[in-house]
């Protein structure tokens, strides 16, 4: 190996390990500091009962009786989700997907406003729903306890408060997901905790807070903390 081969293959390893050392320091730190093993519950009516107070302090009803939710994702997409019709329309960058959520295939896509049949449709379906599954549940996770192919389970927690595991058996994009709710004495949700296989951690946390009241009495957030970021959501509305 020249001297010249050599020099430039020290200043490529140089810049792999300052790009990458301190990424990888800062996982461990984080791995270290917040990983969790998954938590066992206790399932039964208890738990049911701690899943129905928290929808009582969210004023579920209202929530059931709200037909129509907009918001903005991280100012990054946008839904208009009509319930009664069971359809969200999800909009990012240059194109619009009219989503029907009973049949996706039924689903429409759009570039420019322009109806698209071209070989992107299968791929920008899919993604917008992907986009609406991961940035609905931020929006509405509370009310999903209760879905079909969920587990409840009461979990003591250090300081001897209870709260509610929910596991996702089936549906959506990752089955197997846990989130346990932490509640306030009220029933209100005030940050859930995370074993999913989207993160290499387990038991990361994030809050939900900056609660709204809709036009429909619904209530939900608006942000949500996790780890540095915030996840924002903006103009968010429901109404009947």
């Not at 293959?9 to 792999?16: D, L, Q, R, Y």
């Not at 997907?97 to 070989?119: A, C, G, M, Q, T």
């Not at 996702?168 to 004495?185: C, I, K």
């Amino acid at each position: 190996m020249g001297k010249k081969t050599k020099k430039i293959f020290k200043i490529i390893t140089g810049v792999v390990i300052f790009f990458t050392l301190p990424s990888m320091l800062l996982f461990g730190f984080l791995y270290f500091k917040y990983n969790e093993p998954l938590p066992n519950g206790i399932e039964g009516p208890q738990a049911d009962a701690l899943a129905n107070k928290m929808l009582d302090a969210l004023n579920s009803e209202a929530y059931q009786n709200t037909n129509y939710l907009e918001w903005t994702f991280k100012k990054r997409r946008h839904y208009e989700w009509n319930k009664e019709k069971n359809t969200c329309t999800v909009f990012w960058k240059e194109y619009k997907v009219v989503l029907n959520l009973s049949d996706y295939f039924k689903s429409e896509v759009f570039i420019h406003n322009f109806r698209s049949e071209n070989d992107m449709v299968a791929d920008l379906r899919n993604k917008a729903i992907g986009y609406f599954e991961n940035d609905s549940f931020w929006l509405v996770a509370p009310y999903k306890v209760f879905d079909k192919g969920t587990k409840r389970a009461i979990v003591k927690t250090e300081n001897n408060k209870e709260a509610l595991l929910v596991t996702y058996t089936s549906g959506g994009s990752t089955p197997g997901d846990s989130y346990l709710w932490h509640l306030d004495d009220n029933g209100m949700p005030t940050h859930f905790q995370m074993w999913v296989d989207i993160l290499p951690i387990d038991g990361l946390s994030a809050t939900w807070s900056d609660w709204i009241t809709t036009e429909s009495g619904a209530q939900l957030p608006t942000f949500h903390k996790f780890l540095f970021f915030g996840l924002e959501l903006d103009g968010v509305k429901g109404k009947e």
